[in-house]
């Protein structure tokens, strides 16, 4: 059925196309200059940001047809996606654990090893994206090391009402309804989505399903008050709440236990703001923020013995942050928060006990503008825990615009990740595999201490008497680009990016049991470094035709590995399982990290609301096992293979306010059940829309 | 011409000590060439099937092995000093200690096998003292890595096992594979084949006859 229609439309499309001769978009820049607010905590014209930021508006993220956060945020250079505990995003090589992801700039919590799924976002109520890479603890805090991901929404929608239904492959349904009120000083905005997949199967004879039956709702509320000239408030609600159905094979010593049931996830954020100017030159906002994220897992093993698993993260914030211009071409902000959070896990010694931390925050960062080629900005930001180091996170940024085409930033900064709850109170036995255990460094000594009295310690090592209060983990990032738009028709940008990276945490074994099982803690030992450059560029065709497209390179490395391959400690193994010494030319560097990742994208529109739009997805090979006896990844390791996918969408709008829109993702049906579990084969998608916009 | 002379005078002197070389050579030290074997598949403990409770299960009984025949020993043989290893999964017995009568021992040396031409005079041997044992077991603490995710062991690259066999003398030993022809399994192996295929040691050694710690290749 999507198939007919499909290629229908592609014989349609093509006539649509010669057919229409009115000039659209003269140049790239016909909205204007974008305003971004994520990488200096204020709202900043893109023009003038002194670093990097990535923006995806609203008609790019609807155009390719994009409904969860994972589905856009893959077209974009620097980022991949992960997989494993829900689909993460790596950012310029660093882990997902490594970028703070915020809605309207409070952060999202809930992470399961380090990862937030980003299949809980729904963007059909986003107003853009906004990515800020480097390096951006100055501004906000853990989690910011390697970047920002700013999710914004807005109360102010032009929409009374929409309405779209989505319905794909694998009986994938997606409904979505907008409705929004303003009147002159009062705007509401709502949001609600039901999206349900019977999830796929890509494993040839096997029931298996790679992505499981999914349930989600998600609903946003959004109000807007403007009191009077100087005062106003907002509030945000929003809940998403989802029902996957779990079949989870656990296999310990090739035996595989099959367990069946329910993984249940409910993330809820409330926030209110309240904006106020003192006069133009100085206003402060008032921010406070809960976020409560529960998951649980309940299955039934084969044998009918029940597993559950649960996780409660409650965080609440409150925070001050006001800015102040001092003259024309110097402004400051200064902020002040304080953080309270604590998570009740099943993993942790008790589920009744709420394991808990707090932190104390300032910050302030200064923009000087000392000529007006010229913007610089230093920032610097002080966290106090209480559960572990506290940590300093300075930032110094500038732009410098050479002449109207092109422009250079430079920016050096420092990122920070606190030890997270898991890697502090962890109490976990595998009894499903080998019953080992993995116990938080909180409390590592005194669970093994205790242990040891009742003669179950076979034996410790040097590891544990190492344990001591956890660092947080820090790096420098340092990133120069070059923007230059030789015409209004052409945009060019390159950039350069280094980040060392010290106290990594790491799972380290500290003892064994009487049994031999091993026991593990968690310890900042690692050093890594990622480098890499990125280019990117857009071009005007023609009036209707753009083409844009970007490409990363990236290398990086564990220092300490390196250290010891230069030192001839490391060895490999050849074609007939020989031991060999490990040359540098074969080190790889850190796992799940791809050299090469590429895309490309062209996209036709025109004034009659016809758009079409195809894209080609590239990341070269990555290395996911060490299969070749030493605990370094080289060229004789297992490799997940390079791949590409390609995409494309295409829709009108009528002018009576319906919509419709195909498209068609992995149209070239590349399938690695093992290595990208969240890349179904070739799926297609319909949607219809209708909408009422306000005349104006 | 005083040129050609003098390299005449050269060539003589040299070809006079060649000379004076193989003379002494051939007197006294009895040459013991040693080479390397290799042993494929020898089979330590396979898994039978699965229990009731699906748990795989084996006959847990030892290969013993002598590396100076090259040949298995017969397990009735197990209290002599007719062999030198004993395997039994992923656990390697030495002739001595807790594990048998005779002169056995044993320690693990990081490097190359054949960057590893005399055992130094200053190694310690180890001997079994049951449950801890002179090829120390566990995973990355003896001969090889267990990965829990994956099921599957994979020997460290850069291991040699030093061996003193039954009789007090010398050998080293590298182990390619505990897989059945040697292969190494992929991750995406089947569980069954990642069971069935295991305990099958493939290794090559050199032995030392003469009871030096000296290797010659």
């Known amino acids: 059925m999507f198939k007919k229609l499909l290629i229908l439309l592609f014989f349609i499309i093509p006539q649509c196309l ?63 996606m992960t997989s494993g505990f829900g689909a993460g995003v790596q950012l310029q090589g660093l882990n997902p654990d490594y970028t703070i992801i915020l809605i309207n700039g409070e952060p999202l919590v809930g992470r399961t090893a380090g990862v937030l799924d980003l299949n809980r976002i729904a963007l059909g109520n986003i107003k853009k994206i906004e990515i800020v890479k480097g390096p951006s603890s100055s501004l906000y805090g853990s989690e910011a090391m390697a970047g920002v991901i700013n999710i914004i929404t807005d109360a102010t929608s032009k929409i009374p009402l929409e309405a779209s239904l989505r319905m794909g492959t694998y009986n994938t349904k997606d409904i979505i309804l907008n409705n929004g009120l303003r009147s002159k000083s009062v705007f509401y905005q709502g949001f609600y989505n039901y999206y349900a997949t019977d999830g796929y199967s890509i494993r040839p004879s096997s029931n298996n399903r790679i992505t499981t039956p999914i349930n989600r709702l998600t609903t946003s509320q959004q ?29 310990n010593g090739g035996v595989t236990i099959n367990s069946n049931g329910n993984e249940h996830n409910t993330d809820a954020n409330l926030s ?7 006069t133009p030159n100085l206003k402060t906002s008032f921010r406070s923020y809960l976020t409560n994220y529960i998951s649980k897992q309940d299955l039934l093993t084969i044998s009918g ?77 002080f966290d106090k825990n209480a559960s572990y180091a506290s940590a300093w996170s300075p930032k110094l940024s500038m732009l410098y615009k050479l002449n109207p085409s092109h422009k250079i930033r430079l920016s050096i900064g420092q990122g920070f990740k606190a030890p997270d709850f898991r890697q502090l109170y962890l109490d976990f036995t595998n009894a499903a595999a080998g019953n080992y255990s993995v116990f938080g460094s909180a409390q590592a000594q005194k669970v093994i201490g205790q242990l040891s009295s009742l003669g179950q310690i076979g034996g410790l090592y040097n590891n544990y008497y190492l344990l001591k209060a ?9 990133h120069l680009s070059w923007e230059w738009t030789p015409t209004n028709k052409t945009f060019i940008s390159t950039q350069l990016f280094r980040n060392d990276i010290t106290n990594l945490i790491e799972v380290q074994q500290v003892g064994t049991y009487i049994s031999g099982a091993q026991i593990f803690s968690y310890l900042n030992i690692g050093r890594a470094f990622t480098q890499g450059a990125e280019l990117e560029f857009k071009q005007n065709i023609n009036n209707h035709l753009v083409l844009s497209g970007g490409y990363q390179y990236l290398i990086t490395g564990d220092k300490d590995q390196i250290a010891q391959i230069k030192a001839g400690t490391v060895y490999t193994r050849n074609a007939s399982n020989i031991s060999t010494r490990l040359t540098m030319s074969d080190y790889i560097g850190l796992p799940n990290v791809s050299k090469h990742k590429a895309q490309l994208k062209i996209n036709y529109s025109n004034d009659k609301g016809l758009f079409a739009n195809f894209r080609i997805i590239y990341r070269s090979k990555w290395a996911v096992n060490n299969t070749n006896g030493n605990q370094v990844y080289d060229n004789g390791d297992d490799f997940a293979k390079s791949y590409y996918s390609l995409h494309s969408s295409m829709g009108k709008e009528f002018n009576n306010g319906i919509a419709v829109q195909i498209g068609a993702d992995n149209i070239n049906n590349y399938i690695d059940a093992i290595h990208l579990p969240n890349l179904a084969g070739r799926t297609y998608f319909i949607n219809l829309k209708y909408q009422i916009k306000y005349k104006n | 011409m005083k040129k050609q002379l003098l390299k005449i005078g050269f060539v003589l002197v040299a070809a006079i000590q060649i000379v004076a070389c193989t003379k002494s050579e051939i007197m006294p030290i009895p040459v013991v060439t040693v080479s390397t074997k290799v042993v494929k598949d020898l089979i330590a403990d396979t898994v039978l099937g699965l229990t009731s409770t699906g ?64 055992i130094s005079t200053d190694s310690i041997f180890k001997t079994d003292n049951a449950p801890t044992y002179a090829i120390t077991t566990g995973s990355g603490k003896g001969w090889y890595t267990y990965d829990q995710l994956t099921s599957l062991i ?45 305990r099958y040691y493939n290794f090559r050694y050199t032995y030392q006859s003469n009871g030096s710690k000296v290797f010659l290749n």
């Open chain 1, 18 to 80: 010669f057919s229409q001769a009115q000039f659209v978009k003269d140049t790239l820049f016909a909205s204007g200059d974008s305003v971004v607010v994520s990488a200096t905590r204020s709202e900043r014209k893109l023009s003038n940001s002194t670093v990097p930021v990535t923006l995806i508006n609203a008609q790019t993220i609807q155009q390719t047809g994009s409904i969860r956060l994972t589905d856009i945020l893959k077209e974009q250079t620097g980022l991949t």
């Open chain 1, 223 to 251: 109000f807007k008050f403007n009191i009077n000239d100087r005062t106003r408030i907002l509030l945000n609600a929003r809940l998403t709440d989802e029902t996957i159905k779990s079949n989870i094979a656990v296999s």
């Open chain 1, 272 to 278: 209110a703001t309240l904006n106020y100017h003192f």
């Open chain 1, 305 to 381: 013995a029940p597993y559950n698993d649960l996780l409660n993260h409650l965080f609440k914030r409150i925070e001050n942050q006001t800015d102040w211009t001092l003259r024309k071409n110097l402004n400051g902000i200064f902020g002040m928060g304080a953080v309270w959070e604590g998570v009740k896990s099943s993993r942790y010694d008790s589920d009744k006990l709420r394991k808990e931390n707090t932190i104390q925050y300032g910050f302030t960062q200064w923009e000087w503008t000392p000529i007006n080629k010229l913007i610089i900005i230093g920032g610097i930001r």
């Open chain 1, 470 to 478: 956890l660092q947080p983990e820090s790096s420098t990032g340092m």
């Open chain 2, 55 to 118: 748990m795989p299960y084996s006959a847990g009984k030892y290969t013993f092995y002598s590396l100076e025949n090259n040949a298995i020993v017969p397990s009735t043989d197990s209290a002599s000093a007719k062999w030198d290893l004993a395997f039994m999964s992923t656990r390697i017995l030495t002739n001595g200690g807790t594990s048998g009568p005779a002169l056995g021992g044993a320690f693990i040396y990081s490097g190359l096998f054949d960057d590893l031409k005399t």
């Open chain 2, 154 to 198: 994979t020997p460290l690259a850069g291991r040699v096992l030093v061996i003193r066999t039954a009789s007090g003398k010398f050998a080293k030993l590298e182990i390619t594979s505990y897989y059945k022809g040697g292969v190494t399994l992929p991750v995406s192996a089947s569980d069954v084949e990642k069971l069935t295929k295991q």
